[in-house]
């Protein structure tokens, strides 16, 4: 049977410094959750991405990043780099398309586009609520609370607490 | 001298159904405008897209289509048809990346993505105001009115009649 | 109808170096009578890219030039520019899958592959002979004199003036 | 220190049927020389990408598939599988972006384009010998019995057993 495959999407940065340093914590322990039970994918980059991809090394889990150009900015912690040669969110499209869902922890217009993305490939987002950025603005603009336009393709549904999003893909892909 | 490059984003859809209908000739306007002064892009398809092109082609002018796939779905308009190969979303950003503005009018998911690739990609955005859909829609998101992200990358402005849109092209390229 | 589209692709560089300064009167002529029957895409960029677009500019053609990354090294030549933002070989294969023909001029590796490209795309291709580079060299490894492996997808042609290229295309368009 | 990591590229095609039939053992054995060392890239699919992901398997190690379109047609023992949404030959771009080494199995169009990639990006190539396909004939057009175009980019170098295979990408990649 496959394995189920996740993709955290958020924050880009410097993970010593804000926005990204409050969310070490959370975005580490959502990792080796994730890591646990699925495959997880990411953009492969700093902030967020390594935040995650540094809590599934070490759980032992396989996380895979999506890295723009030659790959030459990926962090210490991806099991498999892949080098797609295109620019940052063009290279997000083949990342959404390899995963079942899409987490998102605040963000600015990279992960923007990486959720409607999702959406526009019927991927289910679950949005990780009060880490900022595009992650809770993208709330105000959700046609009855959980789509993105009006041919409703995929929900996009909303998480507090990263047990209520593993709760939320496991309910989702009936593997509970 | 280049000629000053824009693209029009926009409503897919059967040119004779709502909401595409209501727009018709708003578009064909947009389109014989813009074209008159500047090489127009498009997604190439129907909808806004094929209307915009009717306009271009009515004075004379370059109108390029976009396409994905196999450019199978071109409407009969364009001047030139780019088949790229590619899905709905990635071939958005070729388009994007070869334009110095970007206009949008109604929209549904695709039209989201490309105006937040727009400004992801620093190409100022035209929202044509009471057209419906993303282009109504995204003002809720605007930071400072003005903004998709705290980057400040690029603006992304409104304007309420074809006029506007042209002047505004034109107060940005220095071209009066 | 829809105008019949041609992909020009051959040796980049200067124009006034060798082995691209012996192609000039060649290259130029080639995109006069291209220009006045087709419309033709290149790469867009120096070589033999400019010298064809420089011939169709002569009579009054469009030439559509399909640039890698932000298409800054386009030509002046180019009608229309589509900055694909995608590096030197994934752009060729935007520019082979938007045309009905291809014709080799010469070349490097970046011609070797869009030659491979045409073909897999079932896409004629119509080798214009003695210009050296892979124009030539391909010849050594064709199938039954015609073919790039074992399925048969679309011929490769030879041809060792204009005039021989027009009427190759001609004959395979069934516009005679 | 990051994995050495090397795509294989050849024939596609069913596993019980010539020209792969003949192959079977050679590449199992290979993708499990390769597996125990490196982590191993393919195209995903069926044939020799398929034997090799097996012998990857078998041995423990990390096999990743770079799919075109959606990845539906996956062979079962990736260990991660990447659905990029691009054609055969484009997505083949992004597995060669991401590796140090290419090793190519006999192979028809799709297998020279990505021999043909490799040298345009750099990788070194290794053809596997009398596996017949593009492997053996894109011999004929070396320079120098090496390059595959004046540039000199990188060297195709040529190997008649797995073990030979293993010591060149040591010898290469400075690991002995």
Redesign the interface.
Known sequence: M?RI?VAVVGYSGDVNEEPVKSLVHLCVELGRELGKRY?VFTGGRNGVMELVAKGVREVGG?C?G?LPW??SDANEYN????????????RS??MI??VDFVISVGG???T??EI??A???MKPVILLRNTG??TD??V??LIDGLY????K?SPVLQAYTVEEVIRTIERLSGSR
């Open positions: 496959r495959t495959t396989i895979v999506i030659d790959g099991s498999v780099v892949v080098a797609t040669g295109l620019d940052f969110q063009m499209f083949i398309k390899s600015e217009i990279g923007a586009i409607l993305a959406y526009a490939n950025g595009w603005r993208i105000n603009v993105l336009d009006n041919r393709l």
